[in-house]
């Protein structure tokens, strides 16, 4: 079982940057698929963005561009660089694992087995 602490969330104009990060208990975690998502106020969960056990990354459109996904397999931990943020993009951020090395779901919830619980990103215009 791994537990995921995510940290980072807060509160920022738009344009501006914030940085998330989500760490494991367990190092099996470092060759596993993991993803970003969230969640808005009445909104289904959507993924963000997807980082296999190999390395190969994967985004939302709406996020492509000005998102990135990486892992520090040392510290156990995943990042979300966001930059030129967006009102749309404030939500409950949320990361996930699985126990696989590749996403066979992509950045469909369905795949993800754990399961942070989630930092509030609120972006004011």
């Known amino acids: 079982q791994v537990q995921l602490v995510e940290s980072g969330g807060g509160s920022v104009q738009a344009g501006g940057s914030l940085t998330l990060s989500c760490a494991a208990s367990a190092d099996t975690y470092n060759n596993k698929c993991v993803g970003w998502f969230r969640q808005a106020p009445g909104k289904e969960r959507e993924g963000v963005a997807g980082?296999?056990?190999?390395?190969?990354?994967f985004y939302a459109a709406s996020v492509k561009g000005r998102f990135t996904i990486s892992r520090d397999s040392a510290k156990n931990t995943v990042y979300l660089q966001m930059n030129s943020l967006k009102p749309e993009d404030t939500a409950m951020y949320y990361c996930?694992?699985?126990?696989?090395?590749?996403?066979?779901?992509?950045?469909?919830?369905?795949?993800?087995?754990?399961w942070g619980q989630g930092t509030q990103v609120t972006v004011s215009s």
């Open positions: 996930a694992s699985t126990d696989r090395t590749f996403c066979v779901t992509f950045l469909g919830p369905s795949g993800y087995n754990y």
């Open positions: 980082l296999s056990g190999v390395g190969a990354s």
